[in-house]
C-alpha cells in the first residue's frame, strides 16, 4: 500500500472554480482527509461545464472527489454557526481553512481566529485589494496575450489552460503546509492570502520577463509557436498531423540535423552567415530560417514514418495530442494493464460514469497515490457533523427538518 | 518585520530551467535557507534567454535570487563528494535536496540515501519513464495546444506561457514540504518524483477535460479568446487597445447588458431565441452572437472611455498589457511609494541592472514576504563549506587551487 505522507491532517475547504478544490484534491490525494463545506444548494461551481448531456458537472466532480462534502445553509445564522464550529473544531492537525469568499463577514478571518487562535487559513482571492479577477483577466493584465500565438495574427491570445487558477491552487497547498510547519514550530496560526493576479504578475517577473523590457532589446514581439531563446517549433505531417520539435542543447540540435539529412546542409548555412547553430542563441536568431529547411523533411513523411525515424534518435519531441486521443489512449492502456497505470486512471461514477482522473503527479518512494473516489455532494454532512461535533442524531433529525443541513 | 514562515529550513538544489528553481525561489521567500549547489562552470540555463546586451542571462538571475550560490566541480570525484556532503549534511531541518538529474548516479537516491536515510528528496523529470520532456512537448501530448487559439487557424497553438514548468515547481514546494511533515511525524525520508508530463496530464485531467470527450459531445472545439462554458472575451477599442470582458456570474451580465445600453436588444434577442442569458450554459451557446452584440459598443470607445463607464458598474474585466506596459507600471508605482509596493518590486543587481521581480504572492498576516537579494554565481562556496562541512581556509584554499571549487 502507497503511504499517505498527510495522513491525519484535515482541511477545511469552502471554495468554489479552480483554484481552491485543486490545491485541496492534491493534499487529500498526498493523505489529508478534506472536508468540503458546500452551501446547501452548491457554490457557483456546482454546475459549471464541461457537462454531462443530463446538465451534472464534470467539472465539479473532477476537482472534488476524494473529499467529504458537508452541505449547510450558509445563508441561515445555524448554519453559519455550524460551518465555523467545524472550521474551529479542535484536532492537532485541524484547524486548516481553505476558501475563496467575498463579502462574508462570518468566515472573515478575525472572527474565525476568534474561536481558534492558532487556525491556519488560506484565502484565495482575484486581486490583493480584495477585488475580482479570474484566469483571464488576470493573465490580460500580466502582459501574456500579447506574446502568445501567431505575429501574423493582430491582438492577444488567450490560453484556453486556466494555467494561473492551477498554479494559484498549488500555491495555496504549499500555503496550507507552510502553515502547518510553523504552526507545529511556534503554535502559532497563519493568515495566508493569495491573490490569483499576484500569482501571474510574481510568476511572470521571477521569469525575467519584465526586466526584459528594460534592456535595450525592449518588447518582446510574438514568437508564435516557437520556443523563446532556442529552437522549438511544429511542424506538420504530410498524414495531417503535427509534432512539436525542440532542440534545446547542442546535442539535440546536432541530432535532428542528423536525422533530417541536413548535415551539410546546415554547415554551408552555418558558413554562408557567418554563424554556429551549436549555441542555441544562433538557432533563435534563425529559427525562422531553420524551421523553413527542415519543414520538408516533416512534410513528406507521415506521424508513424516519423516516430520510427525520431525513436532512438536522440531528438526531443513530442506528437501533438487531442484531448480525446488522451482519453482514447488511457483507456485503452487501463483495459491491457490495469497494475500498470501511469498518472492517468479510469474511476467509475455513478454520476458521471467513467471518468478520467490524474494521480497526484508526485511519486512517493516510487508510487503514484492513486486512492481515489468519487464525491456525491452532501454525503458526509451527518457523519461530519457526529464526527467532528458530536451531534446527536436527534439534533442531526432537527437540522435536516429545519433545512440547515442537506444530506 | 514580516514573517519567515520557513525560518530555520535549509534546501539544497542542484537544478536548471523553471520548475526546480522556482520551487526553492518560492520556499526561500517563505524563510528557508536555499543552497544552490552548481556545475563549475554553470548549468544549462545559466546563459538562457532572455539576456543582457552582454549575455549575461535575466532568467537565470531572476530565477534563482535569494539563493546561496556554490560553485563546484561536479565532474570531478572530490566535487561529487563535496556535493554528497552538503546535501546529507546533517541539520534536523537540512537533508531536503531538489534536484533535476538524469544520470548521474552520484547524485542518485540510493546514493545519497546510504548517506542520510532521512533524506527529503525530490526529483524533477521530464517523463516518469526516466525520459525527456520540457513545457513544449508536455502540452502537446496533454492535448491543450489543439484546443487554443482561433478557430479558423489550422494546427496547434503553444502557449508562450511555461505553464507546466511553473507548476511543476510549484508542485516540487509542496513535495518538499510534505516530506518535512513526513519527517518531523515518523522520523523517515521521503523519495519523491515528479514528472512535467505527469503534471500537465493529472491537471488536465483533473479539470475533467479527458472525461468530457468520453461523453457524446465528444472533442472540445478550439474556442479562441473565448472563455469556455460562460461569458467572456476580448473586444477591441478605438484607440488600437484591447480589453477582456467576463460576464461569468448572472449578475456581471446584468451589469454588462446594462453598462452598454443593451437591456432591450438582449430581451428582445432571448425572446426570438427562446432562451435565457442568465444562464451560463445559454450564454456560452450564444458566444459569438453575444459577441458580435457587443463589439460595436468597444470599438466606439476608447480605452479611457471605457475604464470610464466600466469602473463601479460590477462587470469583471481587465485592459491587455504587454510586458512592457507593466514594467513602466511598476517603476512608477515605485517611484511613487516604495512603501505601498504590491507584489512586484524592484531590486538593484550588479550584474542585471535594475530587476522587477515578485514578492512572494503568499501575503503572511496581511504582508507580503518581499526580502530579496541578487545570487551572485559561487559566491557563497567558501562561506557554505564551511558552515556545513567545517572546512578550514586551508583546505579551501588547496580545492580552489585543484579547480574543484571556485568562488
Given at each position: 500500500?502507497a503511504?499517505?505522507?498527510?495522513?491525519?491532517?484535515?482541511?477545511f475547504?469552502?471554495d468554489?472554480?479552480v483554484?481552491?478544490?485543486?490545491?485541496?484534491?492534491?493534499?487529500?490525494?498526498?493523505?489529508?482527509?478534506?472536508i468540503?463545506?458546500?452551501?446547501?444548494?452548491?457554490?457557483?461551481?456546482?454546475?459549471?461545464?464541461?457537462?454531462t448531456?443530463?446538465?451534472?458537472?464534470i467539472y465539479?466532480?473532477t476537482?472534488?472527489?476524494?473529499?467529504?462534502?458537508?452541505a449547510?445553509?450558509?445563508?441561515?445564522?445555524?448554519?453559519?454557526e455550524?460551518?465555523?464550529?467545524?472550521i474551529t473544531?479542535?484536532?492537532?492537525?485541524?484547524?486548516?481553512?481553505?476558501?475563496?469568499?467575498?463579502?462574508?463577514?462570518?468566515?472573515s478571518?478575525?472572527?474565525?481566529?476568534?474561536?481558534?487562535?492558532?487556525?491556519?487559513?488560506?484565502?484565495?482571492?482575484?486581486?490583493?485589494?480584495g477585488g475580482?479577477?479570474?484566469?483571464?483577466?488576470v493573465?490580460a493584465?500580466?502582459g501574456?496575450?500579447?506574446?502568445t500565438?501567431?505575429?501574423e495574427?493582430?491582438g492577444?491570445?488567450?490560453?484556453?489552460?486556466?494555467?494561473?487558477?492551477?498554479l494559484?491552487g498549488q500555491?495555496?497547498?504549499?500555503?496550507v503546509?507552510t502553515?502547518l510547519l510553523?504552526?507545529?514550530s511556534?503554535?502559532?496560526?497563519?493568515?495566508?492570502?493569495?491573490?490569483?493576479?499576484?500569482?501571474?504578475?510574481a510568476a511572470?517577473?521571477?521569469?525575467?520577463?519584465?526586466t526584459?523590457?528594460l534592456?535595450?532589446?525592449?518588447e518582446r514581439a510574438?514568437?508564435?509557436n516557437?520556443i523563446?531563446g532556442?529552437?522549438?517549433?511544429?511542424?506538420?505531417t504530410s498524414?495531417?498531423?503535427?509534432?512539436m520539435?525542440?532542440?534545446?542543447?547542442?546535442?539535440?540540435?546536432?541530432?535532428?540535423v542528423?536525422?533530417t539529412g541536413l548535415?551539410?546542409v546546415?554547415a554551408?548555412?552555418?558558413?554562408?552567415?557567418?554563424t554556429?547553430?551549436?549555441l542555441?542563441?544562433?538557432?533563435?536568431t534563425y529559427?525562422?530560417t531553420?524551421e523553413a529547411l527542415?519543414?520538408?523533411?516533416?512534410?513528406?513523411?507521415?506521424?508513424?514514418?516519423?516516430t520510427?525515424?525520431?525513436e532512438?534518435?536522440?531528438v526531443?519531441w513530442?506528437?501533438?495530442?487531442?484531448l480525446g486521443?488522451?482519453?482514447q489512449?488511457t483507456?485503452a492502456?487501463?483495459?491491457?494493464d490495469?497494475?500498470?497505470a501511469?498518472?492517468l486512471?479510469?474511476?467509475?461514477s455513478?454520476a458521471?460514469?467513467?471518468?478520467l482522473?490524474?494521480?497526484?503527479p508526485?511519486r512517493v518512494n516510487?508510487?503514484y497515490?492513486?486512492?481515489?473516489?468519487?464525491t456525491?455532494?452532501?454525503s458526509?454532512?451527518?457523519?461530519?457533523l457526529?464526527e467532528r461535533?458530536?451531534l446527536?442524531?436527534?439534533?442531526?433529525?432537527r437540522?435536516?427538518?429545519?433545512?440547515?443541513?442537506?444530506?
Open positions: 500500500m503511504l499517505k505522507p498527510l495522513a491525519g491532517i484535515t482541511v475547504e469552502n468554489s472554480f483554484a481552491g478544490p485543486s490545491s485541496c484534491l492534491g493534499l487529500a490525494q498526498l493523505g489529508a482527509e478534506v468540503k463545506i458546500d452551501p446547501i444548494k452548491g457554490g457557483p461551481d456546482i454546475d459549471r461545464w464541461p457537462i448531456p443530463e446538465g451534472r458537472s465539479w466532480g476537482l472534488n472527489r476524494s473529499k467529504r462534502s458537508v449547510i445553509d450558509l445563508r441561515s445564522e445555524a448554519g453559519q455550524l460551518a465555523q464550529a467545524l473544531s479542535p484536532g492537532e492537525d485541524a484547524g486548516i481553512f481553505v476558501e475563496n469568499n467575498v463579502g462574508r463577514p462570518f468566515l478571518d478575525e472572527v474565525l481566529r476568534g474561536k481558534r487562535a492558532d487556525l491556519i487559513h488560506v484565502k484565495v482571492q482575484g486581486s490583493a485589494d475580482p479577477g479570474v484566469d483571464y483577466t493573465n493584465e500580466a501574456i496575450p500579447l506574446i500565438g501567431s505575429a495574427v493582430d492577444p491570445a488567450n490560453h484556453a489552460l486556466p494555467a494561473w487558477d492551477l494559484c500555491a495555496a497547498a504549499t500555503a503546509l502553515g510553523h504552526r507545529r511556534t503554535g502559532e496560526g497563519l493568515y495566508e492570502e493569495i491573490a490569483l493576479k499576484d500569482i501571474a504578475l511572470v517577473a521571477n521569469l525575467g520577463w519584465y526584459e523590457t534592456q535595450p532589446a525592449g510574438k514568437h508564435g516557437h523563446f532556442s529552437f522549438g517549433s511544429d511542424f506538420a498524414d495531417g498531423r503535427y509534432v520539435i525542440t532542440a534545446i542543447t547542442k546535442r539535440q540540435w546536432g541530432n535532428l542528423k536525422v548535415t551539410e546546415v554551408a548555412l552555418e558558413t554562408a552567415l557567418g554556429d547553430f551549436a542555441e542563441t544562433n538557432r533563435y529559427r525562422e531553420l527542415l519543414k520538408p523533411w516533416f512534410a513528406a513523411r507521415t506521424a508513424a514514418q516519423i520510427a525515424d525520431l532512438g534518435s536522440g526531443l513530442a506528437p501533438y495530442a487531442s486521443e488522451v482519453a489512449e483507456l492502456a487501463a483495459q491491457d490495469p497494475a500498470g501511469g498518472v486512471r479510469t474511476l467509475e455513478e458521471l460514469g467513467t471518468m482522473v490524474g494521480a497526484s508526485v516510487g508510487e497515490l492513486a486512492e481515489d473516489s468519487p456525491v455532494f452532501g458526509a454532512t451527518e457523519a461530519v457526529t461535533l458530536g446527536g442524531s436527534a439534533e442531526i433529525g437540522l435536516h427538518d429545519e433545512g440547515i443541513i442537506a444530506s
